[in-house]
């Protein structure tokens, strides 16, 4: 893996399997994602912010593969040694991505590991019952273990008063800070990315097709949205946190942007051959938008002070 992200702080190998499990795994045979029957699938979405509305399963590039909505990505990593889920999108879509994922022709026991990007019930708040169908190990940022494990989110969330909380999640382990998650040769780079909420997180992994490798980033939100009390100019806010995200996207090796709500990044239209999707500029120019709104949400903070 040609990383260029080189964090500071320690990469963490976490072995997800033992090579004694791996064993095990391959003796059990954990099947790879074929494609979905398209006849048997939603036409096309009515709208693409609806949270909920299904859409069928898409394969994304290589292994990797499209399971989640109309309007909230999630995302299947195939590997023979276990496949890996990030995100699950709302409680209320929870049957729409287990059958998405059923359509690929895999287990839902074969799901190992889910990870996710941040942690509001649009992107996560199906996690506890994909869990518990899955009897997957789900890793998590240290500082949101306890929000996962409680299903309340803490106040220093930006949009607290605004969220509505999720089902308590069971089997949370935490990891380090861009850690790399590795699974058989599978390996997953943790992108820390607070800001949008205080554990955002992105993801980066190669896929190949043939010998054609590309780097995909499923970058967390960048968005500076926050309840009416919540002010990102001040001091304690998660404001810095957001700019270093932007910039960490921003310098990320990136040939495949994902986004946890596809229109941020084109992403269905661009699954469906309708626009490139292969785009390695794609990820600059989101940190860079995503700046520039922290920047805009700033100025018009205190323009609202100064009045
Ligand atoms: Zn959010």
Redesign the pocket.
Known sequence: MNFQIRPLLLITSIAILSHTQTANANRIGIKMPSEPKLASAPTACKSLDDWNEPTHARRIYGNTWYVGTCGISVVLIATPNGHVLIDSAPEKASEAVRQNILSLGVKLNDIKTILI????H??MGGLASVQAATGAKVLSRSNIVDVLKSGKNDRRDP?FNELSGFDPVANVHAFEDASTITIGDKKIQHLPMSG??PG?SGWTWQECEKSVCKNLVFAD?L?S?SDATYRYSAPDSLANALRESSQLVAKTTCDILIT?HGTASNLLARLDQKAPLIDPKACLIYAERGAQALLNRLTQEKSEYNK
């Open positions: 990007t941040h942690e509001h649009d992107h949009q949008h909420a955002g939100s968005g949205i946890g």
